[in-house]
């Protein structure tokens, strides 16, 4: 096998998924599974528990994908823009698409798209969505007529601590902003079919889910040292590893480098704040996966470096051997050009990247 | 046109292009253009000025698309490891590999690999290459017998300053090192057909090039906020933008977002250190590609959110308009997943990613 390669732990990915299932199946909730981390269809199968009903989607070409597939239900999570309209439009109304302001959804409705529309709320994330109080919420409803299907919420706030009692403010805040717009809606007659918040944070750590009716997380399929760093898992549970080789010994420099930089790593850097020596990933054993106490410190495009404090590393990794790194960021560790993921049990499951 | 998309301004890359070869004939030397920036063919064809000859690639799925396209002289300016070796050796001699260590020399020549091979030495960036003066450099060239093709070094530590000066003190030892690893080779009798050093910043900025054979560079194409914040090329030279839509006002929070996250624009934040408020990027007029003022400040995987101080912002970019953005590292920015380049004078030229 070539370096660098992405190692997918099936066990590991198993039990991920399987816990996600379950913790949502015992809340009665749907699970919608965002398969911007994997863009995998047998991910994303095993993500459903075999359903290959409700995902999320980041992109219109995971949209295509996933619906040339068979997926049924699948929500483009990210603001819709007038020059998609075409491409959702093909898509159809498996396709469910998101506005959060007058403008767009009136350009919806004076398009000829006949795809369900979400409102995004800003829970506290301060990215996409309307705010809570905004007195346009109900005119834009409106203005969608029978294309209105629901409200969505994302607290990628969460992602900012390694508190689990932020964590769980931050999922009260998130359920109470999207219970609250909904019922905002109901109160006008309307109906509310969909009410969809979620992180991975949250949604392991919520307690209240009154009124809401699907969760979305992604990230908890792979996890990553961004995951572990802030409690949301454990080191052991990261099931995707980067495959490297070890092309070169600086000794005088006091490096050894790895071809795997930053189109392999990404240039993540988002686990430093609570894990200081995440680096851009964590070597780790090529067989038993286990951390060898060394980070990829710099990354150029193709080669990441790696500080060596004691020779004795050279001799443990000479040149031409092997490691797996734990990604810093899973997500973009996967998509940074890698056609396939190479299985823990001989399987190639492939993915998809991009924009067209 | 549907975003996020990528933007190529012919006119600039060829003037960026031409601009190098002019600089690289002056001086009477081989210019060997680095393809890890575009990989594009239709981009190399013009960095050779049509020879379609000497390019340097950073994969060996580059090797393989250049090599089919009738590109004749390739450099894998990498360090090859073993896993490498069968692929490497279907691409044959039209492929030269790099080592930097008298293991990874063995593992060649008792390989049966016949590619002419590169001994790189380090000339202070510390990540590969032997120090100048390491004893084991005549052993390495002597255990490569036939395929010993000469030497290369990259300063890459020019990209850490914004001072031309010190930029030509780089340049002078880049050039140095690889002389007098060349020197040391000629002296026990092997012919030294290549010497090749380069970095946009040293081949643009290096004085004395008495000794080498061939300059490298790549960014130099397109360039970007690192190059033009470091001095090493205008705003205006900036050839590569991305195009993006606004997809939401968030008045309440006092950001506007895009369509162009961290897969967009990359999470390269190395502009910074020399341009503060470059973020992930700078928003330029659609049109006129004047710089708006504005940056994107945070990036999530699809969404790219931008700061508004002035309330009129929201008037001159409406939602659903778009915007082109200069990118902080055109060449992480390109490889971000996109699979083609929309030319300004209205044609498509396909580009590749990853490694397969």
Redesign the interface.
């Known amino acids: 096998?070539?370096?660098?390669?992405l190692i997918l732990d099936i066990d590991r990915l198993r039990i991920n998924a399987k816990r996600m299932l379950d913790h949502c199946a015992a809340r009665g909730i749907t699970l919608r599974p965002h398969v911007?981390t994997p863009k995998s269809v047998d991910v994303a199968k095993l993500a459903t528990g075999g359903r290959m009903s409700t995902i999320t989607v980041?992109?219109?070409a995971e949209a295509e994908h996933f619906a040339q597939a068979g997926f049924t239900d699948i929500l483009y999570a990210?603001?819709?823009?007038?020059?998609?309209f075409n491409?959702a439009k093909r898509i159809g109304p498996t396709l469910t698409v998101v506005v959060?302001?007058v403008?767009?959804a009136t350009?919806v409705a004076q398009s000829d798209l006949s795809n369900p529309v979400l409102i995004e709320i800003?829970c506290g994330e301060?990215?996409?969505?309307l705010?809570t109080n905004?007195p346009e919420l109900e005119h834009i409803a409106q203005k969608l007529g029978a294309q209105f299907a629901g409200i969505m919420s994302h607290a990628?706030q969460s992602y900012e601590t390694d508190e689990l009692a932020v964590v769980k403010e931050i999922a009260a805040r998130e359920v109470k902003a999207a219970r609250l717009a909904a019922n905002r809606l109901t109160q006008i007659g309307l109906t509310v079919g969909t009410v969809s918040i979620g992180s991975t944070p949250t949604v392991l750590h919520g307690d209240d889910l009154d009124g809401i009716t699907e969760l979305r997380a992604g990230i908890y399929l792979f996890h990553d040292l961004s995951q572990a760093a802030r409690n949301i898992c454990r080191f052991d549970d990261i099931a995707l590893t980067v495959l490297a080789?070890?092309?070169?010994?600086?000794r005088?420099?006091g490096?050894l480098?790895l071809?795997a930089g930053?189109?392999?790593m990404?240039?993540?850097?988002g686990a430093q704040k609570h894990l200081p020596n995440a680096g851009y990933g964590w070597l780790c054993d090529v067989e038993t996966v286990k951390p060898l106490g060394l980070s990829i410190d710099?990354v150029?495009?193709?080669?990441g470096?790696v500080k060596v404090r004691d020779p004795a590393v050279y001799d443990q990794l000479?040149?031409?051997s092997?490691v797996r790194v734990m990604p810093v960021h899973a997500?973009?560790t996967a998509?940074?050009?890698?056609?396939?993921y190479y299985l823990t049990d001989g399987h190639i499951w492939p993915r998809i990247?991009?924009?067209?």
Do not use: F
Request: a negative charge; proline letters at 6%; charged letters at 25%.
């Open positions: 096998m070539e370096t660098p390669a911007k980041s992109t219109l990210v603001g819709i823009a007038p020059n998609k491409r959060d302001s403008e767009m350009a800003d301060h990215r996409g969505g705010p905004d990628g080789s070890v092309i070169g010994h600086n005088a420099a490096v480098t071809d930053a189109l392999a990404s240039k993540d850097i710099t150029h495009q193709e080669h470096t000479p040149i031409g092997m997500c973009l998509a940074g050009g890698y056609g396939r990247d991009g924009w067209d």
